[in-house]
């Protein structure tokens, strides 16, 4: 089965912080993606990664940036933590045309 | 560009009734279609797609979806839903053109099964 691990599911930061969400895959897919998730709203891209050290933006780029040092590892960077980025975050990875999620981390930034 | 609208945020139903999620799409260009589900506090799992072929599609729990090009809808059925269905199914769509096969969600519809 395919897994995909995000490091915390729950996190709270003070605005400001400088925040770290890691996902972890472990079915050598090339492409992955990070997606915030809020009610009323679905399922927005931020980024997605197609290789190592290769990304592209999605949706809603702003105030986040991204590295992929390793094909297993996606990890989204929220350089100045602000409280309109509050949110459920998932990463997901992708073989052929199905995406594949982790649990999901909530962030809550006060 | 493509987006998804799904016609309705929360649908109660009681146990063994059947129900129908709505989803319709817009887009320039030919698209794959999706459902996904989330149980409580987990993240999002493939429900059923359609690529091509029958256009009428099953999952393994009783679920079904039908691509309408015509209407441009892939709405998901179930003739008799269980207490464990609840959960917020989310329609998505990935077109065929532009690279990476990226999903456009649609806002999500919480199904709530009642005994």
């Known amino acids: 089965d395919v897994k995909v691990t995000q490091s915390s599911r729950y996190l709270v930061k003070r605005t400001g912080e400088k925040v770290f969400l890691e996902c972890v895959q472990d079915m050598d897919h090339e492409n992955m993606f990070w997606y915030r998730q809020d009610p009323g709203l679905g399922l927005r891209l931020i980024y997605f990664?197609?290789?190592?050290?290769?990304?592209e933006k999605g949706d809603i780029p702003e105030g986040y940036s991204v590295s992929r040092e390793k094909k297993e590892r996606f990890s989204l960077i929220l350089e100045s933590a602000s409280t309109n980025q509050t949110s459920m975050y998932l990463c997901?990875?992708?073989?052929?045309?199905?995406?594949?999620f982790g649990p999901g981390t909530r962030l809550t930034v006060t | 560009a493509q987006s998804v609208t799904q016609l309705d945020s929360q649908v109660p139903v009681f146990e063994e009734a059947p129900v129908e999620l709505r989803c319709n799409y817009s887009s320039s260009v030919s698209v794959y279609l999706f459902w996904y589900v989330q149980y409580p506090n987990q993240g999002l799992q493939l429900l059923l797609k359609?690529?091509?072929?029958?256009?009428l599609v099953k999952s393994i729990n009783g679920f079904e979806a039908e691509f309408n090009k015509s209407q441009t809808s892939f709405h998901l059925r179930k003739p008799s839903v269980h207490i464990s269905d609840t959960a917020e199914y989310f329609c998505a769509v990935s077109p065929l053109a532009g690279g990476y096969n990226k999903l456009i969600f649609g806002a999500g519809t919480r199904l709530a099964v009642h005994p």
């Open positions: 997901a990875s992708k073989r052929d045309y199905e995406q594949y």
């Open positions: 359609y690529l091509s072929g029958s256009t």
């Open positions: 990664s197609y290789d190592v050290k290769m990304k």
